[in-house]
């Protein structure tokens, strides 16, 4: 919702909330995550708020551009003629235009994640030994008995990319049907 809000009211919203974004973009994420974690210990809530702070700026600035591409077109030009009032603007005529773009990016965003927990579990910085993690599974403990038994890396790495490729194809099929521009051409 922010980067709607961002891309409409535009100005020093705008500019601020994208020098954050910049920020946000411009530090290494692995190095962030890490010494995040160094500093205040891993655990579950740990995990989900650095991942949710850190993986939330580049997806606002996807659906702001998609949002400053939609206030050029003339239907918002016309609600706020006849006095639709920003709000309605933004949830009846911005929203669905934008909406597809937020489910594809979300379900991007969920490989994403994926990734960097089992990346972050992997080098012992992520949830701690009684939470299942498949980066723990190929952790130091796993590399022990690889040489024995090779499906202990085999399956927990296929099961990884085939999640992420999932939420991929997941994530095409709701934008097709979501997708305003897309239902005249069916």
Sequence with gaps: MMGISAGYYGGVLD???YRVVDVFQSLPGLVVLITVFGIFGSGLWQLIIVIGVYG???ASRTIRGQTIAVMASPFIESARVAGASNM???RRYLLPNVFALMILSATLRLGFVVLLEANLSFLGYGLPPPFPSWG???GQEGRDFM???PGLAIFPGLAIGLLVFSFNLFGDAPRDVLDPRL???R
Excluded: A, T
Aim: glycine share 12%; charged share 20%; no cysteine.
């Design 183 to 185: 239902r005249g051409s």
């Design 15 to 17: 500019k601020v909330f």
């Design 88 to 90: 309605r603007i933004m």
């Design 136 to 138: 723990q599974m190929l």
């Design 56 to 58: 939330g700026p580049p």
């Design 147 to 149: 040489r024995v038994q």
